[in-house]
């Protein structure tokens, strides 16, 4: 079992920045994607961002040149910068992790609100 905890979000105003952070209980070694999702109200979850082990990255168009995707692997933790924020961004965000078993496990979530 992997507990992720996030942190990080909050309310912000239009083009300014965040990090949310998502703490893994194991080590980072034995996972083998670690990614965000958003969920705004009343649309499906969908995939931000993902980084792997061996470190590739990868983004949705919308937040690509924005978000940067980045883990601490002493601290088994993986983060998310987000600059130039839009309201459109404004979602739920959660940390999902991929083991090396194909296990996949859920964070609680982090409001992230974008708005002047």
């Known amino acids: 079992q992997v507990q992720l905890v996030e942190s990080g979000g909050g309310l912000v105003q239009p083009g300014g920045s965040l990090r949310l952070s998502c703490a893994a209980s194991v080590s980072i070694l034995s996972i083998y994607a670690m990614r965000w999702f958003r969920q705004a109200p009343g649309k499906q979850r969908d995939l931000v961002a993902f980084i792997t082990t061996g470190g590739s990255t990868n983004y949705v168009d919308s937040v690509k040149g924005r978000f940067t995707i980045s883990r601490d692997n002493a601290k088994n933790t993986v983060y998310l910068q987000m600059n130039s924020l839009k309201p459109e961004d404004t979602a739920v965000y959660y940390c999902?992790?991929?083991?090396?078993?194909?296990?996949?496990?859920w964070g609680q979530g982090t409001q992230v609100i974008v708005s002047s």
């Open positions: 999902n992790v991929v083991t090396t078993t194909a296990s996949n496990y």
